[in-house]
């Protein structure tokens, strides 16, 4: 019964390569977002959407594309990878935001490395 | 930049010891959140504090947070072994709905040892 799941865990690929990392939340929670965490554990908001709508994009090239069929889903897809998009990227989702905030629910994570 | 900063990067301590980790931040919040984060996993959420509150407890935890300083502390009473992972604060910012945006210290990597 995970909550907040995403796949794959693991993805090697070479530069160049297109992927996609999914994520599915069964908390029914109305926000999700991407976050990157890099070789020196620094994690970093990437995306967040709030019902399908994209509402923060935080100065991420525009080769990295998030898709939100429904407020349970929030799909990663990256074009033309680098090897500076080696990273774990973790999926998040959190009730409705509000004034005061609540706490994320996060995925496990999936440990991208480009070749 | 980077609003949360860590402090120690690392600590190191036995078993039964409290383990206190700090946490500063820069800009006005609706909140403190701290996190575990065990190797290779993901993160699992703590203990959120709000900005009118300055002291909460959950179990074994302590934070305090002190909003004239932009400071925070994570005290871990009698610690395990099982609390071996790395700790995050996390700052969601004030100004509107910030949609649970939140922006992460560096982390402090806790280790107790049996």
């Known amino acids: 019964d995970t909550a907040v799941s995403q796949t794959p865990k693991y993805l090697v690929t070479q530069m160049g390569n297109d992927k996609s990392i999914k994520c599915e939340q069964n908390l029914g929670h109305d926000t999700m977002y991407w976050y990157k965490q890099d070789s020196k554990k620094f994690l970093k908001i990437m995306f967040s959407?709030?019902?399908?709508?994209?509402?923060i994009n935080e100065t991420v090239p525009n080769r990295f594309s998030p898709k939100s069929p429904d407020k349970a889903h929030l799909n990663l897809h990256i074009n033309s990878l680098e090897l500076g998009d080696s990273a774990v990227y973790f999926c998040a989702s959190s009730p409705t935001g509000t004034l005061d905030g609540t706490e994320a629910f996060f995925g496990q994570g999936t440990r991208l490395t480009v070749v | 930049s980077q609003q949360g900063e860590e402090d120690p990067q690392a600590l190191s301590i036995q078993e039964g010891e409290n383990a206190t980790m700090n946490c500063s931040y820069k800009?006005?919040?609706?909140?403190l959140q701290w996190y575990r984060q065990n190797s290779g996993r993901g993160l699992v959420h703590l203990i959120l504090i709000r900005s009118n509150e300055r002291e909460k407890h959950s179990g074994r935890l302590r934070v305090t947070l002190d909003t004239s300083k932009k400071s925070s502390s994570l005290l871990i009473t009698a610690s395990r072994a099982a609390d071996t992972a790395s700790y995050f604060c996390a700052t969601d910012g004030a100004g509107g709905t910030s949609y649970g945006k939140l922006t992460f210290g560096q982390g402090t990597i806790l280790t107790v040892h049996p």
């Open positions: 959407y709030n019902n399908k709508e994209l509402i």
């Open positions: 800009t006005s919040i609706n909140n």
